[in-house]
């Protein structure tokens, strides 16, 4: 590692070879069937071959890496630019900021996403900050950091993690995380070459069991670009990972209950597609998030949160979250744990059957009374006059939010007291 350390010093040769440009998914027909690990190692192999700028490192990623992503990749690049670290999260990090603020693409390795809090202070305060800081004299923005995530079956507490939301808090990151081998191999491409710091979050539920046609050329995926993988009219689903294939399977048993599901893939979590996932639920009326993670503090109550903020009028009933429990992650009792399925096949249902004349009626009572106990307050009091439904749906939805002057007061039909 002395010498790898040595030699980065040294490289002043520029690949003369042009990036590919971003693609969409159509044009990524084709190619080998791969399963996701492969994928990922043919981006690492395209990275490392077109810009001799660029090196890889983390714990065993010169044996191969635990789930064999770098296989083959020190003997065809050498240990110069492929190369093992100590078993040190905020070392590996921290030479990667600083092998990319040198304008090397500096691509880590953390071993499992469990393992990734060591270096929490390196990425949150150095790797985020570094081109704000500096006036965008320096950046790192070389630094691209791959960790797998999520459950595999039988990880437990320090092997199954889901901790993407912990780095959706803080600007200065992008967050990405492929649902399947095509879309891994392009985004992390995109990631490595893209100008700003990212973590590339790898669901090892799909290292083995994702399975797909690959193109072998060089290719990248948009980042912060959503994806609608599945068109329906009476809810839209979200989510990102593999937790996309469980989503897939819900939406296909509520198609047999008659319910047409628009499913979503985020892809990106950090900057997040908003525009998608707002046209999608101004259609339909209804949104579920899901994800592995906890659901308090999960991204999806930020997507709750931003969704309910621009298309409150349009929502037909309350926003529905399936996700990981407020836990520990547990190894024996995972199956309970785990956003399932049946668990979001039973939200699905219960958010379609929510009548959304009932929704309104309620939303209605309950501003009504809100207008109600701020006359009241003021020194108001009822006329006789008894509003009709067309006179009191506009004035709600138009003045709930709006300070209420006379006029409003006088066509609610509230008169002022003088004593």
């Given at each position: 590692m002395a010498n790898s350390l040595k030699r980065l010093g040294n490289l002043v040769s520029i690949s003369k070879r042009g990036y590919s440009t971003s693609i969409s998914p159509e044009q990524c027909s084709g190619g080998k069937t791969v399963n996701l690990f492969?994928?990922?190692?043919q981006?690492?192999?395209?990275?490392?071959?077109?810009?001799?700028?660029?090196y890889l490192f983390g714990?065993?990623?010169?044996?191969?890496?635990?789930?064999?992503?770098?296989?083959?990749?020190?003997d065809r690049f050498g240990k110069d630019r492929v190369f093992n670290t100590p078993l040190c999260e905020q070392g590996i990090v921290?030479?990667?900021?600083?092998?990319?603020?040198?304008?090397?693409?500096?691509?880590a390795e953390i071993q499992f996403a469990d393992?990734?809090?060591p270096a929490f202070d390196q990425i949150i305060n150095e790797a985020a900050k570094f081109r704000y800081r500096s006036g965008n004299q320096f950046n790192c923005g070389g630094l691209t950091i791959r960790?797998?995530?999520g459950a595999v079956g039988h990880g437990g507490h320090y092997h199954s993690q889901s901790p993407e939301a912990f780095f959706c808090h803080v600007p200065g990151l992008k967050v990405v995380i492929p649902r399947s081998p095509q879309q891994a191999k392009g985004l992390l491409l995109a990631c490595i070459r893209d100008p700003n710091p990212t973590i590339f979050f790898e669901p090892k539920w799909l290292y083995r069991l994702a399975v797909e046609e690959v193109p072998e050329h060089d290719y990248m995926l948009p980042l912060s670009t959503a994806e609608v993988i599945r068109q329906g009219n009476d809810i839209t689903l979200v989510a990102w990972g593999a937790q996309l294939a469980v989503m897939e399977q819900a939406c296909a048993d509520a198609e047999k209950d008659g319910i047409s599901c628009e499913l979503i893939d985020l892809k990106t979590l950090i900057p997040w597609d908003k525009e998608t996932v707002e046209a999608s639920v101004r259609k339909t009326g209804k949104l579920l998030v899901s994800h592995e993670a906890p659901v308090t503090g999960g991204f999806g109550a930020e997507i709750a949160a931003s969704?309910?903020?621009?298309?409150?009028?349009r929502l037909e009933a309350p926003i529905a979250r399936v996700c990981g429990l407020d836990t520990p992650f547990p190894l024996v009792f995972e199956p309970f744990y785990m956003p399932t399925k049946n668990k979001i096949l039973?939200?699905?249902?219960?958010?379609?059957?929510?009548d959304k004349d009932q929704v309104k009626d309620a939303i209605r009572a309950q501003q009504g009374q809100q207008i109600d106990n701020a006359l009241l307050a003021e020194g108001y009091f009822y006329s006789d006059h008894e509003l009709t439904e067309k006179e009191i749906e506009p004035m709600v939805m138009e003045h709930s939010r709006a300070e209420y002057d006379e006029n409003f007061k006088q066509q609610l039909g509230f008169r002022k007291f003088h004593f």
């Open positions: 492969t994928a990922i190692n981006a690492l192999h395209i990275a490392l071959e077109s810009d001799p700028r660029a714990e065993d990623v010169g044996f191969g890496g635990v789930f064999r992503c770098t296989t083959g990749l020190t921290g030479f990667g900021i600083g092998l990319a603020a040198m304008g090397n693409r500096a691509i393992y990734i809090f960790t797998p995530y969704i309910t903020e621009s298309c409150f009028l039973d939200a699905i249902k219960a958010t379609s059957n929510i």
